[in-house]
């Protein structure tokens, strides 16, 4: 054995002996002493044997003996990139969709395998998390990704059938660090980054808005005139040139003063009055006025978004003797998002401790602690997309006021006098939110060891999680309502805990025969208590925040609490049996059970059966080439039970419609504003596990001297009995009732390749690539079938036999009447700019008097234009390590297939009076007599009757070039001399570049449809 260091020394060694060095994860070698007395040796990586340790879930097996289908993620081979979420460790894995999230917390959500069932409430569809072996239920920012050892995620059924919970939708586990044998190691870390704003939708500056308010309201002008030519003001009772700038007039050949003579003005009043007038910039918007004449503007986007400083700071000190292992970790991270306010804080530690009490019995303990900040008073990117809100920053005017004369803070920017315009910066300073959790996640375990080769272990994770919400609006804002104003002050406490006893044997016999057998009983609780106070109109003053609930006023005020309790159980058995390192074997049973479910069925059994054939251990198979070939085949069966709410089986007792109601008492008197309760749930008590039944056939090899690596996967899984909430007739008094209906498929094939493309002392290149592709579709819905014998569509939740649960079905967009359609668009109310809307059913057309078709558009001319969720997801990560000190490396991913609609392209400016109020609009092309383009409508475009507001189809696809990392480790002959063993510098960029498919796309970034973000990091490594 070698030191840390690499040190080593052998006595008794023959001076024509032979050295046989071999080390886990590097390809073994025999080394000829020739008389030398020092031998410097360096060991080539050996794919075959890099992560050989696989965790299945209640144990682990080595890699070479699968037989489900599962991806090992060694989070140290992407740690450069100095990650700080988990989700960004999971990226990139061949079936894992992992969502974008650009706000200062990050993460994303996760989907292995396409969505599995209709209903999505409560991360249905979402895999299930497991730490350290036992089910975890927070969230995967209690994480901390330093802490991280391996990540191993169980995708096919054969191989999650032996968790219950939510396995089929697969499993993610996560094993955190241990110490190593040898010294204790000292690990610090420090990284800083800059988050900058990537893509988001734009405004218009000064010139545009100006530009853009003319074009709108020049639009409603457009017609034409007695020569047949389509121009402006040909309709209307505007003289010509009436929006248009005083200085441009000489198109039309006006004067200024006949221009200006088209209305009474104020005498004296300037031409630029005038015009600013006519653009709707004076009646509700003062202050745009006075400043749009002065010159004055605002950058509001500047305002609004900011460069985020990121800090993340990390330490450890771990070892191991023959007795103690030992894990200690502390992480502080305190990120600034890209918009105003938007802020994440959290606290995280570990500890991690196994001892060898006896030869016999051995205890550990593992406590992870996490604090918190999940909220803050920010700018809610959301609500300024919104055109209906008139709580936006972005689409305030450029002429809109910030601050007052005095270089106070101005409420209203729009108009001081009539209160119009919204100021972040002025409300925040009335409004103070602190919201956050406190968790601790622990895990006490104890195993021993058995005659005959045969362990128990006894684990229970209890977990605590308090969450805190204090949210204060001071009454004091000028203009507000104390009714509406005061305390929203709220808590909640969660306590769960899990346990499980296993017993695992593991027997060899005939030296070709290994059998392991695992058996496991399992049982958990968790609880729920919340309490929200809603204190309204505190009096006499609201001076002390959310410290003083108790002084709202009676009837302005609220309450509320919300408290659930639900249990689970479970019994499983699992037999493992290899031949000869040839031939695989994998079966389970579990037998689950969960309250949640009604009195008929709680409990449900799952089975799961899998083989492996590793050919290239045959004495047929002798190909030079192939050093390692595996087939693969699995079947399994998976249970489902995640709920949004844990009592869906029952009857439910609900507050009234009216809340209250008047009574009459036994003496004939009247009691009044009586609380009284109605049933607002039906029960059913046959409701039960949502199942899934899965296929996967599977090819795992390595060749070329493992320079070439990889895996291919097929599967195919079917779930039935979905959870969906069934229509129910009115007379029944309910809209629904929830039950088991259904049935969804996905099928699909995961590809992944590792490959060592260049490897010699002073140069090595590798790179992985995935691919996958997911096909999902709807076989069974209600099981009500038409007079043809078609199941019936659910066209209210937009559900489609045959079609994926994420289908669009709407009208579809061909293209713009142009100039020369005039007369075809008129037929069905429109002009020249609108949107062109295929008329497919012609059954119900209009037939005119002259033989011409006027077409009708309704749910008949509606056709299928694809699916939301991307198909397609591909993946490649380089890795460049150079004269072996520095290292370089790129990662991009790319997700194919996938549309969404929107009806932003239809330019409708004026939607809750933006345009009247003078509000600023984001930057998108429209159709205009000078840009008469197919791709795009007009200003205040409309469709056609029956189809108004048409949705038009973007394609989604892109590929983003995601990370970049240079990084640089300090020699060791320097680092040494300071008494640190190693040192290393990293540089990186999150996010550098996207490419999106559809040129037609304005709404900001193609994968978040909104906000996108770029990090620039820099982070500093210390060993000890």
Not at 399 to 421: C, F, I, K, T, V
Not at 512 to 518: I, M, P
Request: glycine share 8%; aromatic share 14%; proline share 3%.
């Amino acid at each position: 054995m070698s030191d840390i260091d690499g040190n080593y020394s052998i006595k008794g060694v023959p001076a024509d002996g032979i050295l046989e060095v071999s080390y886990l994860g590097y390809q073994s070698q025999e080394v000829k002493v020739n008389n030398r007395e020092e031998i410097d040796i360096t060991l080539s990586e050996n794919a075959s044997m890099l992560e050989d340790v696989v965790v299945i879930g209640y144990g682990t097996l080595r890699k070479k003996d699968l037989t489900g289908s599962i991806t090992q993620i060694n989070p140290e081979k992407i740690a450069d990139s100095n990650p700080s979420n988990v989700q960004s460790l999971l990226r990139g894995t061949a079936g894992l969709q992992v969502g974008y999230d650009s706000s200062a917390k990050g993460g994303g959500s996760l989907q292995l395998r396409g969505q599995n069932s209709v209903y999505t409430d409560g991360d249905h569809n979402s895999p299930l998390i497991v730490v350290d072996g036992m089910v975890f239920y927070g969230e995967l920012s209690e994480i901390n990704p330093d802490d991280i050892g391996q990540i191993d995620i169980l995708k096919d059924a054969s191989s999650a059938a032996i968790y219950g919970a939510k396995a089929a939708s697969g499993v993610i586990i996560i094993t955190t660090k241990r110490g190593k044998t040898g010294k204790p190691t000292i690990n610090v870390s420090a990284n800083f980054g800059l988050e900058t704003k990537s893509q988001f939708r734009d405004v218009y500056d000064a010139e545009g808005y100006i530009k853009y308010r003319e074009d709108y309201y020049k639009t409603a002008t457009l017609g034409f005139d007695a020569n047949g030519n389509y121009g402006y003001y040909n309709t209307g009772s505007f003289g010509v040139g009436y929006y248009d700038n005083p200085n441009n007039l000489a198109q039309y050949g006006i004067t200024q003063e006949q221009w200006a003579g088209y209305t009474n003005n104020v005498e004296g009043e300037s031409l630029m009055s005038i015009y600013a007038k006519r653009l709707n910039m004076y009646n509700y918007s003062k202050n745009v006025y006075e400043n749009f004449l002065s010159g004055k503007t605002t950058d509001w986007e500047d305002i609004v978004f900011r460069n985020g400083f990121r800090q993340d700071y990390n330490a450890s000190v771990s070892g191991a003797t023959d007795r103690v292992n030992y894990y200690i970790s502390f992480g502080y991270l305190n990120n600034e998002g890209v918009t105003a306010g938007d802020r994440y804080e959290t606290f995280r530690s570990n500890i991690k401790v196994n001892g060898k009490v006896t030869n016999w019995l051995e205890i550990g303990a593992n406590i992870n602690f996490q604090d918190r900040s999940d909220g803050g008073v920010k700018i809610d990117l959301d609500t300024e997309q919104d055109p209906y809100s008139y709580i936006t920053m972005l689409r305030l005017s450029p002429y809109a006021s910030m601050y007052n004369e005095d270089g106070s803070l101005n409420q209203y920017p729009m108009d001081s006098d009539l209160h119009y315009g919204y100021n972040f910066f002025y409300d925040r300073n009335y409004y103070k939110l602190e919201k956050g959790y406190t968790v601790a996640n622990t895990i006490f375990n104890a195993r021993v060891t058995l005659p005959f080769n045969i362990r128990y272990d006894f684990n229970i994770s209890p977990r605590y999680q308090f969450f805190y919400d204090r949210y204060f609006m001071s009454n004091e804002l000028p203009n507000s309502n104390a009714k509406d104003k005061g305390v929203n002050r709220g808590w909640a406490k969660n306590f769960d805990y899990s346990l499980n006893n296993t017993l695992f044997w593991d027997y060899t016999f005939a030296q070709k025969h290994n059998v392991q057998v695992t058996l496991v009983q399992e049982a958990e609780e968790r609880k729920y208590w919340s309490d929200n106070i809603y204190s309204r109109n505190i009096l006499p003053s609201d001076v002390l925040g959310f410290h003083n609930t108790q002084n709202g006023t009676l009837e302005d005020s609220s309450f509320e609490t919300n408290d659930t309790h639900e249990t689970a159980a479970a019994y499983l058995a699992r037999l493992f049996y290899r031949f000869d390192e040839r031939y695989m074997f994998t079966g389970s049973v579990r037998r689950d059970g969960y309250s949640a479910f009604g009195s008929s069925y709680p409990w449900a059994t799952f089975w799961s059966v899998a083989g492996a054939w590793n050919f290239s251990k045959e004495k047929f198979v002798n190909l030079d080439w192939l050093n390692d070939g595996k087939l693969r085949v699995s079947w399994g069966q998976n249970g489902n039970r995640s709920l949004a709410d844990s009592y869906l089986s029952l009857a439910n007792l609900g507050a009234g419609a009216g809340a209250t109601m008047d009574y009459l008492k036994a003496d004939g008197s009247l009691a009044t504003d009586m609380k009284y309760l109605m049933m607002d749930r039906l029960a059913n008590p046959n409701l039960q596990w949502e199942k899934t039944e899965s296929y996967n056939i599977g090819l795992d090899f390595a060749m070329f001297n493992y320079r070439l690596s990889g895996s291919i996967d097929y599967y195919l899984k079917k779930t039935h009995d979905m959870i969906m909430a069934q229509r129910l007739p009115n007379f029944s008094g309910f809209s629904s009732i929830y039950t088991n209906l259904g049935e969804v498929q996905n099928n699909g094939i995961e590809i992944t390749l590792n490959s060592t493309n260049i490897d010699n002392k002073n140069f090595r290149w590798n790179t992985s690539f995935s691919f996958s592709y997911n096909n999902n579709k709807i076989n069974h819905l209600y099981y009500e079938y038409d007079d043809d014998g078609r199941e019936i569509d659910d066209t209210t939740n937009g559900w489609f036999i045959g079609k994926p649960v994420d289908e669009i079905w709407d009208f579809e967009v061909i293209g713009t009447w142009q100039i020369n359609e005039a007369e075809e668009a008129a037929k069905v109310g429109q002009v020249p700019g609108d949107p062109k809307v295929a008329n497919y059913y012609t059954d119900d057309d209009i037939i005119n008097a002259d033989g011409s078709r006027t077409p009708v558009y309704n749910d008949n001319d509606k056709v299928y234009l694809g699916r939301r969720t991307p198909p397609i997801f591909l993946s490649m990560r380089n890795d460049f390590n150079i004269f072996q000190n520095f290292d370089f490396s790129f990662s991009l991913y790319s997700k194919l297939g996938h549309k969404s609609t929107s009806t932003y392209y239809l330019n409708k400016a004026n939607t809750a009076d933006c345009m009247t109020r003078a509000h600023n609009q984001y930057v998108q092309s429209y159709w205009s007599l000078e840009n008469q383009t197919n791709d795009y409508v007009r200003l205040n475009a409309a469709g056609p009757s029956g189809a108004s507001d048409p949705v038009k189809v973007y394609n989604r696809s892109f590929i983003r070039l995601d990370n970049i990392t240079l990084g640089y480790t300090v020699p060791q002959r320097l680092t040494r001399k300071a008494m640190i063993e190693k040192l290393r510098i990293t540089a990186s960029v999150n996010n550098v570049a996207v490419i999106k498919f559809d040129k037609t796309w304005q709404f900001g970034d193609p994968e978040t449809g909104g906000l996108a973000t770029r990090i620039w990091n820099l982070g500093i490594n210390l060993t000890f």
